[in-house]
């Protein structure tokens, strides 16, 4: 039978061993060492049981009061709270709420962000992946003295060359987009338009991908290259009609109306966003038509879904708990945590928006 003494590590104990014989987070480990007077009192005695038994010495070093996101210049302030970005910036600010930081915002141009990350003794960076040019994104995230972590899957060439050092979280768009076209197959219909984003974020591209898998599975071949428009079709008669947008309503109005001119319109439409998608519907009920009696639509964010009529089936993506969980992270990484890359499910909300084709 083995004894406590037999868990003890070779080498000087960390901050992870502690967690692993508490059982708790890092996070809490470095809170219950730094702040013990927000630790629960067993969850504090728990760390200070594991602390004795382990021989731990914590390092002496000022504790993070905050955490930097790094935003663009023109960082869209007026609406923080009314989109996807706003969820992941509120779901950053309610960790640190919780925790006794506070989140600052650093622009992208600031001169010197090593100097801002040690004056304001900040855990560490976030970095919107939206938000950053591919130069600035991957001469930010090499340098080995600041603590990054990346908001949204990487690019493929950011993600080879800083394969071992790269932290990032993300949505699984891959699969929530591939469950929207699946549904409304699910619903018989067999012409499918398909509104994307911007080609610039690499959520527009992983979206599209399930796109492909889906319209795959029903022998339907949209290349893998980026796409103006076009019109792809499978011997079994399943239809993919794909338009360009930019992710704002006003392009889902042109999208949509370009969409309803095809010689055979679709009988159901996945827009990349919900805002794309409330500009979709517009374009529907302008045509004469109605949703869902003549065109099924399906958004994704659900952000704006609720409050629209009929109410917008949507991707659910998990935005708060996105940032929440980015900050948990980079907070864990500061107390000197293993590098991780983890992943939220998007989840398909079915409303009132899809119905079976009426033709």
């Known amino acids: 039978m083995s004894s406590g003494s037999d868990r ?6 960390t901050l992870e061993d502690v967690a692993e014989l508490a059982d708790v987070s890092v996070a809490t480990v470095s809170r219950a060492l730094s702040k013990p007077h927000v630790v629960k009192g067993e969850t504090y005695e728990k760390v200070m049981r594991a602390v004795e038994e382990l021989g731990y010495e914590p390092r002496k070093k000022y504790a993070p009061t905050s955490i930097g ?11 923080v709270f009314g989109n996807y970005v706003g969820g992941i910036i509120h ?7 919780r925790n006794d930081l506070v989140l600052s915002l650093v622009s992208v141009d600031t001169p010197s962000v090593h100097h801002m990350v040690s004056t304001y003794r900040m855990a560490g960076l976030l970095y919107l992946n939206i938000f950053i040019e591919d130069g600035q994104r991957e001469r ?10 990346l908001v949204g899957y990487p ?51 992983r979206r599209l991908g399930g796109v492909r898998d889906a ?29 360009w947008g930019n992710y704002e309503t006003e392009s889902g109005f042109r999208a949509m109306t370009s969409l309803l001119g095809r010689q055979e319109p679709p009988t159901a439409v996945f827009a990349f966003n919900d805002l794309m998608a409330f500009g979709a519907m517009q ?17 994704c964010d659900d952000i704006i ?9 949507t991707v659910h993506q998990p935005a708060i708990e996105l940032g929440e969980m980015a900050a948990r992270v980079l907070v864990d990484l500061a107390a000197g945590a293993r590098v991780v890359r983890s992943q939220l499910e998007a989840r398909l909300i079915i409303r009132e928006s899809c119905a079976p084709p009426s033709r």
């Open 140 to 149: 930010l995230l090499a340098q080995p003295r600041l603590r990054t972590i």
């Open 215 to 243: 319209f795959s599975e029903q022998g339907v071949e949209i290349p893998g290259v980026p796409l103006q428009s076009g019109d792809f079709e499978g011997q079994n008669g399943f239809k993919a009609l794909i338009e």
């Open 91 to 97: 779901g950053a600010d309610k960790y640190c709420a």
């Open 8 to 13: 003890l590590p070779r080498e000087s104990p």
């Open 305 to 313: 879904a609720r409050f629209l009529r009929p109410e917008l089936t």
């Open 155 to 205: 690019p493929e060439d950011v993600r080879q060359a800083l394969e071992s050092s790269l932290t990032w979280v993300t949505i699984d768009d891959v699969s929530g987009a591939r469950e929207a076209v699946r549904y409304l197959m699910s619903l018989g219909h067999r012409c499918i338009g398909v509104i994307q984003g911007d080609e610039r974020h690499v959520s527009n591209e």
């Open 69 to 79: 996101l790094i935003a663009p210049p023109d960082f869209p302030e007026g609406r």
């Open 283 to 299: 374009a529907i009920k302008e045509s004469g038509l109605e949703v869902p009696r003549d065109v099924s639509l399906v958004g």
